[in-house]
């Protein structure tokens, strides 16, 4: 019988150990959001083939960078391209995007109008440690020359009073 108690003083512990650190978070975050926009213009291949570097205007304002994670060709005619974007901004901070999906339609065989691209904003450093928001741009990209440029605009939120 010592043992029976043991065993479920031991699973009472371990449910409160779990359960406990849950019970002291604030599920709701305060947020101030805000409008940007500004340009990004980069250079492909800086890196790596697939990783672009380069600089951001605006309310952003720093540097970007972002990988190329796939090229699909659509049956409409359209290229998709699948982004990874990581941008440090003048002050030090970071922020850190989900994979995005440009939609492009093709000018030529090397240069690609963007026709839809949407990226959204999941955390960062510093101020933008909880950031969510999201960009949408209109740009072009020549893989010819290995050039972009994108004018960005949308909405990012800052949580407040951490």
Not at 16 to 36: E, F, N, Y
Not at 103 to 108: E, F, G, I, R, V
Not at 118 to 135: E, F, M, Q, R
Request: net charge neutral; hydrophobic share 45%; glycine share 12%.
């Amino acid at each position: 019988m010592p043992i029976q108690k043991m065993k479920w003083s031991i699973a009472v512990v371990a449910a409160l150990l779990i359960a406990l650190p849950a019970l002291g978070q604030d599920k709701t975050v305060a947020r101030q959001c805000s409008s940007v926009g500004g340009t990004m213009s980069t250079n492909l291949a800086v890196i790596g083939k697939s990783t672009t570097m380069g600089t951001v205007t605006g309310d952003l304002k720093g540097a970007v960078a972002a990988t190329i994670l796939n090229v699909t060709q659509n049956s409409d005619g359209t290229v998709s391209f699948t982004v990874l974007h990581h941008i440090v901004n003048d002050a030090g901070d970071t922020i850190t995007f989900a994979r995005a999906t440009a939609l492009t339609m093709p000018l030529s065989a090397t240069r690609f109008a963007i026709i839809d691209y949407p990226v959204h904003i999941n955390g960062g450093t510093g101020k933008y440690a909880s950031a969510t928001g999201d960009l949408d741009s209109i740009g072009e990209v020549d893989l010819g020359t290995g050039q972009t440029v994108f004018r960005y605009t949308g909405k990012v939120c800052l949580a407040v009073g951490q």
